[in-house]
């Protein structure tokens, strides 16, 4: 393990669980920028030699001789003296390059300021493009479902199968830190599913949903639901590449949880408010949810239902069906 | 902790940049809306750079528009 940053701990594996054949793959080892950023993330080594060395008047001496080049390579150079004195060279290269005999030196007319203009995300962005233009090229309609963990996002989709599943064609991506527990009752409400635990990640990336659907393989004018890690907050700046955004929140976490967590409300289009069979008991006040979730989001679709009793479930499948019907226009 | 990622991914694109000429200061550029905590991706920069060619280079924001969240520019250090 990296002592560093713990890159390498097992907990940060994440893994992919297909359970149809109950196949798991690992998907990244400890931490994927392990492979991002190897030359910012030096495992220290030293690589120490001297070269024998002699004079004319007997004596010998080293010469420290440091480049520095990300590691440390330390030189010492065979040199000789005909007039026999003695002196060390403190003698420091900065080389661009790791190697070779052109040594840029980082002083003198070089630009010090250098404009990037990166996007930090840029690699999940274009990997998310890509997924996007594979989905809309096969006409798969890719949802990315989005709550706090406990808002019955699998119950939802588990009620969506049973509902649809002699209709539409359905796979499911579920996105866990541990366990396929979703995965399993995902199929057993008959859909193919596929687990990805982030272990310690706190969100499903675009790579891992571009590895899922490569096991998938859904058929063209079928649906994919992505179900992301429980959480209000990463899992809105990552792109994977879906057509949109669906936040789910229940009756029992609060009517303002769209106020709480304005970044993941704005990012969504529909909005399913669920457990509306728990309402009463819990003294939920419907209205002043759907006036929280527009005052963050104005041009959020809102559907109040219960996955658990059936209630207004079809209000949320025929909308489904009609952005199938419209996607594949 | 998303923060964490994002330092180790800025840490990246620096390294691939900087070819490991020694930087000095690295500034991002961060929206209202990109739903990053400043402090707590500072506090993982030190983390994610310590022992590093990286490590001592100062990470800098400059405010920006909506989701905005780029490495606008880098600066070396002259020795």
């Known amino acids: 393990?990296?002592?560093?940053?713990?890159?390498?701990?097992?907990?940060?594996?994440?893994?992919?669980?297909?359970?149809?054949?109950?196949?798991?793959?690992?998907?990244?080892?400890?931490?994927?920028?392990?492979?991002?950023?190897?030359?910012?993330h030096d495992h220290p080594?030293?690589?120490?030699?001297?070269?024998?060395?002699?004079?004319?008047?007997?004596?010998?001496?080293?010469?420290?001789?440091?480049?520095?080049?990300?590691?440390?390579?330390?030189?010492?150079?065979?040199?000789?003296?005909?007039?026999?004195?003695?002196?060390?060279?403190?003698?420091?290269?900065?080389?661009?390059?790791?190697?070779?005999?052109?040594?840029?030196?980082?002083?003198?007319?070089?630009?010090?300021?250098?404009?990037?203009?990166?996007?930090?995300?840029?690699?999940?962005?274009?990997?998310?493009?890509?997924?996007?233009?594979?989905?809309?090229?096969?006409?798969?309609?890719?949802?990315?479902?989005?709550?706090?963990?406990?808002?019955?996002?699998?119950?939802?989709?588990?009620?969506?199968?049973?509902?649809?599943?002699d209709k539409v064609s359905i796979n499911v991506i579920e996105g866990d830190q541990m366990t396929s527990n979703d995965a399993i009752r995902i199929r057993e409400a008959g859909a193919p599913a596929i687990q990805i635990n982030t272990g310690a990640g706190c969100h499903l990336e675009a790579d891992m949903v571009a590895e899922a659907v490569k096991s998938l393989d859904p058929k063209p004018g079928s649906i994919l639901m992505i179900e992301n890690v429980g959480n209000l907050?990463?899992?809105?700046?990552?792109?994977?590449?879906?057509?949109m955004k669906v936040a789910v929140i229940s009756t029992t976490e609060g009517e303002d949880k769209p106020l709480k967590y304005p970044h993941m409300f704005r990012a969504v289009q529909i909005v399913i408010i669920n457990k509306m069979d728990l309402a009463k008991h819990v003294d939920f006040d419907?209205?002043?949810?759907?006036?929280?979730?527009?005052?963050?989001?104005?041009?959020?679709?809102?559907?109040?239902?219960?996955?658990?009793?059936?209630?207004?479930?079809?209000?949320?499948?025929?909308?489904?069906?009609?952005?199938?019907?419209d996607f594949r226009l | 902790m998303h923060e964490l990622g994002m330092a180790r991914s800025i840490a990246g694109i620096i390294g691939e940049h900087a070819q490991g000429r020694p930087v000095k200061a690295v500034r991002v550029a961060i929206g209202p809306l990109a739903c990053i905590e400043r402090q707590a991706l500072a506090f993982c920069w030190d983390i994610v750079t310590d022992k590093t060619g990286l490590a001592g280079a100062s990470l800098g924001f400059i405010e920006a528009e909506g989701d905005t969240f780029t490495v606008r520019e880098f600066e070396f250090r002259e020795d």
Request: charged share 20%.
């Open chain 1, 1 to 40: 393990m990296c002592g560093v940053c713990g890159c390498a701990d097992t907990a940060n594996e994440v893994t992919m669980t297909d359970l149809a054949s109950g196949k798991t793959s690992l998907l990244r080892k400890g931490m994927a920028h392990l492979n991002d950023h190897v030359d910012a």
């Open chain 1, 45 to 165: 080594h030293n690589h120490d030699h001297s070269h024998p060395h002699s004079h004319s008047d007997g004596h010998s001496h080293t010469h420290p001789h440091d480049h520095a080049h990300g590691h440390d390579h330390h030189h010492r150079h065979p040199h000789s003296h005909d007039d026999g004195h003695s002196h060390t060279h403190p003698h420091d290269h900065l080389h661009p390059h790791a190697h070779g005999n052109d040594h840029h030196h980082a002083h003198g007319s070089d630009q010090r300021v250098v404009a990037l203009e990166a996007a930090i995300l840029g690699k999940n962005d274009a990997i998310a493009a890509r997924n996007r233009g594979w989905f809309e090229g096969r006409g798969v309609l890719a949802l990315n479902f989005v709550s706090s963990p406990g808002s019955g996002k699998t119950a939802l989709l588990e009620a969506t199968i049973r509902a649809l599943k």
């Open chain 1, 286 to 325: 419907e209205s002043a949810c759907r006036a929280n979730i527009a005052s963050v989001n104005p041009n959020a679709e809102i559907i109040g239902l219960s996955a658990r009793t059936g209630q207004n479930l079809s209000d949320w499948t025929s909308r489904l069906e009609k952005m199938l019907s």
């Open chain 1, 233 to 243: 907050v990463c899992p809105a700046m990552f792109d994977l590449g879906e057509a």
